[in-house]
């Protein structure tokens, strides 16, 4: 895939302005949707390109649109979720920030097809500058006629608002996500109802990450086989992959869906940082399974990752060297979780500080032998026992990191000390923690 789709912003300059996304053929796709085709013909050929969502589940885009109620009385949401908060993702932020339209623009498409006149974007608090870029974007839209009443003449009116998060991890899952635009505290909701019945102020409602509604307008334009045709047929199109860590080009590649994670990190980051062996990569992101150096031969796609117990998620690619400390590298990761735990289930909320507190007990070399175990059981009774995943998303990386790397929290214990200690002293080597 020669052509860039996503990051364009890399080749054209300012084009995050309307006047220049104008320039180069912006809003061009909408207006041939809003006045060409119906809205249920839209929402077919997103279904047909098997666009799969980007925020992590993977779950078909065109198929959750056709979840919405046919004769609903009540009017429809579309939230995009830019509460871009799982560690090593920043591909959400660079969308809002340098290609600020093809996100609006994939949101008037969207919102045609599913016949929604609202859409909240909902912003992690912590993006001040995408915030801003998204409003002045968006006045400009609204201006030109873009966004607003009767837009191209057709009759269809389309409000989007920007709403600011308040840093909550959990907010990015989708009915907290939906909690908080409500103005309450962002406890996940039980499922069924989903929000495609029953989501925002009880109306139907569809919650698409930035990049899936970003990808919306080029399948418009090219038609569902040209994206197929990207990747493998089951989950294809441009991918942004977020590599981070110990690599000596971090940075975001937009790539075909399905390249293999090795190439990822040799032809395009650069290997390893420093001509160090690589160790370890957490290829979605934190909160899933952790890969060693001899299983970075998987193609990264989300059936692919499934085939061996991994996940792509949001295809977060974080990097460690052979100098990295798994356990603490560990030990962050599930701080992390025990931090963000909005604390509504009781397996979560105990879970995650448990295991964190091992882990301290761990590295400071206090451990015990059956802390191993005693991990594995805590990471067992979480999983699938929460009313989201969040639990998971602690216990998969621990348990992964207990069964790949089983001898270095062995090492642990056995020392007395972390081995990546200078014996006798509190300081590290260099490079030690992801």
Known sequence: MAEKVLLRHLDIPHFHQLDVYVANGGYEVARKALTTMKPEEVTDQVKASNLRGRGGAGFGTGMKWGFLPKDSSKPVYLCCNADESEPGTFKDRAIIEWNTHILLEGILISSYAIKSHTCYIYIRGEFVFGTKRLEEEIAAAYAKGYLGKNIFGTGFDLDVYVHRGAGAYICGEETGLIESLEGKRAYPRIKPPFPATYGLFGCPTIVNNVETLACVPSIIQNGPAWFKAIGPESGPGPKIYCVSGHVEKPGLYELPMGVTLRSILYDHAGGIRGGKKLKAVMPGGSSFPILTADEIDVAMDFDSMRKINAFLGSAGIIVMDEDTCMVKALEIVDRFYHHESCGQCSPCREGTGWLHKLLVRLEEGNGQAEDIDLM?????????????????????????????????????????????QKEGTGHRHTAHAA
Do not use: W, Y
């Not at 699938?384 to 089983?406: R, Y």
């Not at 090492?411 to 081995?419: A, D, I, Q």
């Open 376 to 420: 594995n059981r805590i990471s067992d009774n979480m999983m699938g026992n929460t009313v989201c995943v969040l639990a998971d998303a602690a216990a998969m990386p621990t348990q992964s990191f207990l069964q790949k790397f089983k001898d270095e929290f062995i090492e642990h214990v056995t020392l007395g000390r972390c081995p990546f």
